[in-house]
């Protein structure tokens, strides 16, 4: 009994030693990697970025052109407006295009991914919003909806079905052909907002329908896309601008917005964006939308005409490798951690093995046999050990005596 609860025992220390002292040492010797912040000038019609180097901000674009901090804010009049508005500097048209202060206001946007937005697990119940509200300003409802067979109105406060607007929304959707279940549901349940969209719902054929309601009464509309895209993430947009009504991706990873108001939907020009992996953000204004991608092998800059989502020029930044990561993959024979940046859940996560680290478990466990070759006991076995689990068994081994 007393040999199984050391196994026990040294079998734990093992595998929290996998945990902390990967963890402890990235913290102690990481630098995150700064990337330039960049965006596309509609001025010089190429990628301006600004960077902290030499204890100075410094101001150049992708042609190796530098400029001074008020030339930078020229070349980027719709990033900028709030400081050439202050110096008398706006410009009264960009590229033929007479532009207002108000213009730029009402087109600027910016759209933010992270993969924690979708990995991640959330209770299948969706407020909706009225859209046209008799106060002008929106309210959270008193319930929420479900997609099963049906779609379920639920009065939160009693916890009970509402029949009426139940049968309501379900015979206008089975009206529009769409078929239950749901696959997906999108929407932005929030009254800091100008207006509401609803929502965007894909059904049981991944064809997209368009629900929100109005005036009490259900909106469905089946978007029609075609039946060679099917769409797996959706992000409403619902910008003051109103040209969008989303963003989506569908199953082989390609980008997509669909135009308000009559639901066109136009391939953007990336070879591919993986919401599940990668980090994107979209800076845009009323001429170029600067589409940023970031994953593990560096950042990736995409400029995209705003008129007609033609690609204006692109841009890549690789990230330099992590010394640190190198170094660990000759200490560590594996990896153990529980939570991630790409999501919200927590579970054991195993990484290796890595053959690199067998060298170092080879000296380990020939220090261990030396250590205890005069012992009682043989340390054949956990030097046998220690070439296969390295620095994580071979403390315990040291610690607890056989």
């Known amino acids: ?33 700064s990337y330039p912040f960049t965006l596309y000038s509609c001025i010089t019609h190429s990628f301006a970025s600004v960077n902290f180097r030499n204890d100075k901000l410094n101001y150049q674009d992708s042609r190796g052109n530098t400029f001074t901090e008020d030339q930078f804010d020229s070349i980027l009049p719709t990033f900028y407006y709030h400081r050439l508005v202050s110096s008398g500097r706006f410009p009264k048209e960009i590229e033929g295009q007479e532009i207002t202060l108000a213009d730029i206001k009402r087109e600027n946007f910016i759209f933010r991914h992270a993969p924690s937005d979708v990995n991640t697990t959330r209770p299948p119940l969706y407020p909706l919003l009225e859209t046209m509200p008799k106060r002008g300003e929106l309210e959270m409802p008193e319930d929420v909806f479900r997609i099963h067979k049906r779609m379920e109105f639920i009065e939160m406060a009693t916890n009970t079905i509402r029949e009426d607007k139940s049968a309501l929304f379900t015979q206008i959707l089975k009206k529009k052909n769409f078929n239950f279940p749901a696959r997906y549901i999108a929407g932005n349940p929030s009254t800091r907002k100008e207006y509401d969209e609803g929502y965007f719902i894909t059904d049981k054929n991944a064809q997209l329908f368009h629900v929100k309601q109005l005036c009490g009464r259900p909106y469905v509309k089946n978007t029609d896309i075609p039946e060679t895209i099917r769409p797996k993430y959706i992000f409403p947009t619902e910008y003051p601008g109103r040209h969008t009504y989303c963003f989506l991706t569908d199953t082989t990873n390609y980008f997509y917005a669909l135009k308000a108001p009559d639901y066109a939907l136009y391939k953007l020009p990336l070879p591919s964006f993986n919401p599940e992996k990668e980090t994107l953000l979209i800076v845009g204004d009323a001429f170029y ?14 400029a995209v005409n705003a008129r ?13 490798p992590q010394k640190a990561s190198q170094t660990a993959a000759y200490i560590f024979p594996f990896q153990l951690s529980f939570t991630s940046y790409n999501d919200n859940w927590v579970y054991p996560r195993f990484s290796g093995p890595s053959a690199r680290a067998f060298l170092l ?12 070759r005069k012992s009682d006991h043989p340390a054949t076995v956990p030097a046998i050990v220690i070439c296969f689990l390295g620095i994580f068994s071979w403390i315990p081994f040291l610690i607890f005596r056989p």
């Open 289 to 302: 939308w600067t589409i940023q991608i970031s994953g593990n092998n560096g950042r990736k800059f995409y």
């Open 361 to 372: 478990n080879i000296m380990l466990a020939v220090v261990y046999w030396i250590i205890r």
């Open 308 to 320: 007609d989502y033609t690609l204006a020029d692109t841009l890549s930044l690789t990230a330099p």
């Open 1 to 33: 009994m007393t040999h199984f609860s050391k196994v026990i025992l040294v079998t734990l220390v093992i595998f929290l030693l996998a945990w902390i002292l990967p963890w402890s040492y990235y913290f102690m010797t990481s630098r995150p990697h």
